[in-house]
């Protein structure tokens, strides 16, 4: 990571800033008088965020498995000790890369790239097409959110989102999580409003990390609740349809299924016009209607998913591989769907 980290000074902008923050070993400055005002600007916000991403980003060097001595970087060519593999869905000596490759190629694009641009270009593998994960995922959402810290950045707070959202999946402290998530929070609703977009979908995250990371069902699915409601004023985004499954997940903890199918219907017909019926979203959230459906005594959501289901599973089998865990889950709900409607008619 040292290669590709910034020297300028995070305060003021001026190259070659000697000094660093003594707890997170992230944010750089050129003087103890631009570490001062940086810290009461910004910095003691976003210092606790840097901790736990170091860690997270320890904990991946630790697990990283030893390069096989055939491989090469996708970019340069080179090989080396220094490759990772970039978690796609490559197998062999294929897929593997330089992180700072990676994020040299990122760092060539223009300021106004929203993060759904930067993830559907950049963020996945030329040769399978399949979506980074592990590692090279992490230093990528974290290598954007950096990127979006200068002052004036309009995607400083989505970015910021993000890697919040990144630090709760990858079991960053949860209680540190939840008050980076709560900070957000408070932040968007005093600078967008209470029923933003953005604002939203922090209430969206918040809500599901407090079921997943603090078991705190009530809570989370109260959150859930009021992004969706909130979400439903927009026009159907991606984002509803994620907070419509988030919520549909604690309605099925809580076993209220049938409330929950209605939701998950409307999920996958938000996911399909959004990204397209070939698309991780449509398939995952589509795994998620069948699975919600076998739990319901829904018998209608149960003949609308047999109409459809071969021609959805065949594609997903073809689009994410046979043995992605989406893939394996649809294969697996659908058969216990058609086995326990078979058994009650
Ligand atoms: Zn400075
Ligand atoms: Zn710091
Ligand atoms: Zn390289
Ligand atoms: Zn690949």
């Given amino acids: 990571m040292a ?100 994020l040299e190629m990122l760092s060539s694009l223009g300021d106004d790239e929203s993060l759904e641009e930067y993830a559907k270009v950049y963020d996945a593998c030329p040769t399978c097409g399949g979506h980074f994960t592990g590692e090279m995922q992490s230093q990528i959402i974290v290598a954007w959110w950096r990127r979006n810290q200068k002052p004036k950045s309009k995607f400083r707070y989505s970015a910021t989102i993000d890697v919040t959202a990144f630090l709760s999946y990858r079991k960053a402290d949860p209680r540190v ?11 968007a609703t005093r600078e967008f409003g209470p029923v933003a977009f953005l604002t939203l979908t922090t ?12 078991g705190d069902v009530a809570n989370g699915l109260e959150c859930l609740s009021r992004a969706v409601a909130g979400l439903r004023l927009y026009s159907p985004s991606s984002t509803l ?37 070939d698309s991780d979203l449509s398939f995952s959230v589509f795994a998620h209607f069948v699975e919600i459906a076998r739990r319901s005594s829904n018998r209608k959501a149960y003949e609308e998913i047999e109409a459809v289901a071969v021609d959805v599973y065949t594609r997903a089998r073809r689009f994410l591989g046979h043995d992605n865990p989406v893939v394996f889950h649809m294969r697996r709900a659908l058969g216990e769907l058609r086995s326990k409607f078979r058994r009650s008619s």
């Fill in 241 to 277: 349809a994620d907070a419509l499954v988030m919520r549909g997940r604690v309605l099925c903890k809580l076993g209220i299924h049938d409330e929950a199918v209605p939701e998950a219907r409307e999920a996958w017909k938000i996911a399909v016009a959004a990204g397209g019926e």
């Fill in 3 to 102: 290669a590709t980290a910034p020297t300028y000074c995070d305060a003021c902008g001026v190259e070659k800033a000697g000094k660093q923050c003594s707890r997170c070993h992230q944010a750089r400055y050129c003087s103890a008088a631009c570490q001062k005002r940086h810290w009461h600007a910004s910095h003691k916000n976003d210092c606790a965020t840097w901790v736990a991403i170091e860690r997270i980003f320890a904990a991946d060097m630790s697990a990283r498995p030893r390069v096989p001595p055939d491989v090469h970087c996708y970019l340069c060519l080179e090989s080396g000790n220094d490759l990772v593999h970039c978690g796609c869905r490559c197998r062999g000596s294929a897929g593997y890369a330089h992180v700072g490759c990676v």
């Fill in 203 to 214: 209430l969206m995250h918040l809500g599901e990390h407090r079921v997943q990371h603090l």
């Fill in 177 to 187: 999580v939840d008050g980076i998530f709560r900070r957000l929070l408070d932040e």
